[in-house]
């Protein structure tokens, strides 16, 4: 009953609203007709007028600029197509339309949105809200002699100088960062001679410092000094250096040279310019292969000592190799490098690889020229346990304790141990025991090889043991002989001097040196007997190292 009786007075209570309301719109209409009649009209429009002027002041003043896409038939705007590329990257989530246009270039990595005609994009700059739209010139019939498009954009007039001074610089800086990053990285090489690049392809090598088998805190190391180099442009103008910087990476072969050069290459985003020194018939077409070169690049000359004479010129009694008709000389690479006309492509790296560090000229390594060295050795568990990952997808394992005392005595390059371990991705085990009897394997053959060392160098000490023998009983024999002589007419005093001379010990000494360096170790054989060989026997077994101990426990085991 009491829900009834509200509902009724709910009801009442509505019509007498809406009752109010007819009411009082009814009183505003006849007021407003007896203003019009009776208020003159000069005082009406100066009302008005009032009304509007106050209104206006209160509300914002809104700006607009038009961006057109060509200037003309053939100049496109620069500013348009910055624009038009800042405002993809904030179409897709800032849009007020439901329309966007999709689209994705060759050689570019990522697809990218587009405004269509009509569609408002709101972005927000340093607090200032900047609102564009992107408008045809045959549709809104404005600028009758351009074609194409333009874009417009509004916002509070109290702005412009954040627009001039500011916000057209950002577009402009993160425009050319958007299409850098999106951009496929290329691949050039200078194979085909003379002083020009060309493109093999766009470069897509998996390598990354996620993959590649080095230890944790030498790859931070390197990605540290990739990012201060990137992030110091300001720095490289105020000292006077030019904005480049030069890698050694040595090492023995198979250690992970190129595929540490890919991981900096995908790391920067840069391309590469891959220089084959053997195709550079002159130093004036290192200098063009140079100004040819673009920023953001990195230049890589691979096995530098192996490529033309350029070897450490400390080194005397050398042969000079043939460079096969090639004039390239030490000092058109040092100037290639560190030169004039090396600061002409600007942020670039020089990576230079090599099997044998000493080779190189001591004015190719310096600072300046290679500034940071990096040696990629043979592996160690740090890096066979990227490698476990990367290959066989574990971390841990019941013989990662036996790899790791195995690795302390053998060496293996990464190469090696990743060839071990390609065909097991899908049974970790037996990747793991392959790696084990691999290495096992080449410890059994260092071992031997050491046993054999150990041989020779035992048969030379005995032979030098039986020569100092021969000699002492040579002496004894001479000196028996002359203290028998009773025929001899020379003084005591000459006798006694012939002694000393004879057993001088400087003179002993140099017979045995001389001895020593005629001999051939592996003629010892003839001289020895039944006696020599059984010392042989036991010298064998007494000169083993601790090392050669711990091997062939690793064995047994």
Not at 41 to 67: C, D, G, M, N, W
Not at 322 to 340: A, P, Q, R, Y
Request: aromatic share 8%; glycine share 4%; with cysteine.
């Amino acid at each position: 009953m009491d829900a009834i009786v509200n509902e009724n007075w709910n009801l009442k209570n509505a019509l007498m609203d809406w009752k109010s309301i007819a009411s009082m719109y009814a009183s505003l209409t006849l007021l407003r007709g007896a203003v019009r009649e009776l208020v003159p009209p000069e005082v009406y429009q100066l009302a008005i007028s009032s009304y509007s002027y106050f209104f206006t002041k209160v509300q914002p003043k809104v700006f607009r600029i038009h961006i057109q896409q060509k200037e003309n038939e053939y100049d496109e705007n620069t500013i348009f197509k910055a624009v038009e590329c800042y405002l993809s990257t904030k179409c897709y989530a800032s849009s007020s339309s439901e329309l966007l246009r999709l689209s994705q270039i060759r050689d570019e990595e990522n697809h990218t949105y587009a405004m269509v005609p009509n569609q408002v994009v709101e972005d927000i700059f340093n607090g200032v809200t900047f609102s564009w739209t992107l408008l045809q010139n045959e549709e809104t019939q404005e600028y009758k002699n351009a074609k194409g498009y333009y874009l417009e954009v509004s916002f509070e007039s109290k702005h412009k100088e954040v627009l001039n001074s500011a916000y057209l610089h950002h577009i402009i800086k993160e425009a050319e960062l958007f299409k850098f990053r999106n951009r496929g990285k290329k691949l050039y090489t200078n194979r085909y001679g003379g002083g020009s690049w060309s493109q093999v392809c766009v470069f897509s090598h998996p390598s990354t410092f996620h993959t590649i088998a080095l230890a944790p805190c030498l790859k931070k190391e390197i990605q540290d000094d990739l990012k201060k180099f990137v992030s110091r442009s300001e720095f490289y103008n105020r000292v006077g250096k030019a904005w480049k910087r030069g890698y050694l990476l040595y090492g023995p072969p198979g250690t992970g040279k190129t595929s540490l050069i890919a991981a900096i290459a995908n790391y920067l985003e840069f391309d590469i310019y891959d220089m084959e020194l053997t195709s550079v018939s002159r130093n004036e077409d290192l200098r063009e292969l140079l100004i040819n070169t673009s920023s953001k690049s990195i230049i890589v000359v691979e096995d530098i000592d192996c490529s033309i004479h350029i070897e450490n010129r400390k080194k005397k009694n050398k042969p000079r190799r043939n460079n096969g008709g090639n004039s390239v000389s030490l000092s058109g690479v040092l100037n290639f490098v560190d030169g004039l006309w090396s600061p002409c492509a600007g942020e670039m790296l020089m990576i230079f690889t090599t099997n044998h560090k000493e080779r190189l000229d001591p004015a190719l390594l310096r600072s300046g020229r290679m500034d940071k060295h990096i040696l990629l050795s043979y592996c160690n568990m740090e890096s066979f346990k990227v490698l476990a990952k990367n290959y066989l997808k574990i971390e841990e394992h019941e013989l990662m304790k036996e790899v790791e005392e195995l690795l302390s005595l053998v060496e293996i390059t990464p190469a090696d141990v990743a060839e071990c371990l390609m065909s097991y991705d899908e049974d970790p085990d037996m990747g793991m025991r392959n790696v084990v009897e691999e290495l096992k394997k080449r410890l059994h053959i260092k071992m031997n090889n050491n046993k054999e060392k150990e041989k020779k160098k035992s048969r030379s000490n005995i032979k030098d043991k039986q020569k100092a023998k021969k000699k002492k009983e040579q002496r004894k024999k001479k000196r028996e002989e002359l203290e028998d002589s009773d025929e001899s007419d020379e003084p005591e005093s000459s006798d006694e001097s012939d002694y000393s001379d004879e057993f001088d010990p400087s003179n002993s000494s140099d017979d045995s040196d001389n001895s020593d360096e005629s001999t051939d170790p592996d003629d010892s054989d003839g001289y020895e007997t039944a006696e020599l060989a059984e010392s042989d026997d036991e010298s064998d077994e007494l000169l083993f190292s601790d090392e050669t101990m711990m091997a062939i426990n690793m064995l047994m085991i």
